[in-house]
């Protein structure tokens, strides 16, 4: 067991960038396979990157591919997602996950395989 704590949201004009972060309480991020998931005001939740605990496999949604990147700082158990060029369509809560298994090649987008679940965060992106 432990928690997941998503920072980094806030306000952003069209074009601009945000770094989220994602703390876990973890003494290291370990084998687990983190995901970065959205939910947009009546829409479903939307899994738009993962990143595998093997070899750091990283894959993204077709929505932000070549604009958003994955990454894991080990030293200091924290999961990144740096998004650029963001858009209005981009708003929505943004959450971290963890999965337990480290995949290999691969790491799933459905929300249904992650277990642990962080707060979320807000991004606002508006001029």
């Known amino acids: 067991q432990f928690d997941l704590a998503e920072s980094g949201g806030g306000l952003v004009q069209p074009g601009g960038s945000l770094r989220l972060s994602c703390k876990t309480t973890?003494?290291?991020?370990?084998?687990?396979?983190y995901g970065w998931f959205r939910q947009a005001p009546g829409k479903e939740r939307e899994g738009i990157s993962c990143?595998?605990?093997?070899?750091?496999?990283?894959m993204y949604g077709d929505s932000v591919k070549g604009r958003f990147t994955i990454s894991r700082d080990e030293a200091n158990s924290v999961v990144y997602l740096r998004m650029n060029n963001l858009k209005p369509e981009d708003t929505a809560v943004y959450y971290c996950?963890?999965?337990?298994?480290?995949?290999?090649?691969?790491?799933?987008?459905?929300?249904?395989?992650?277990?642990?679940w962080g707060q979320g965060t807000q991004v606002t992106v508006s001029s």
């Open positions: 996950a963890a999965d337990w298994r480290p995949y290999v090649n691969s790491c799933p987008l459905n929300m249904g395989t992650y277990y642990f």
């Open positions: 973890r003494a290291t991020l370990g084998t687990y396979t």
């Open positions: 990143i595998s605990g093997h070899e750091s496999f990283a």
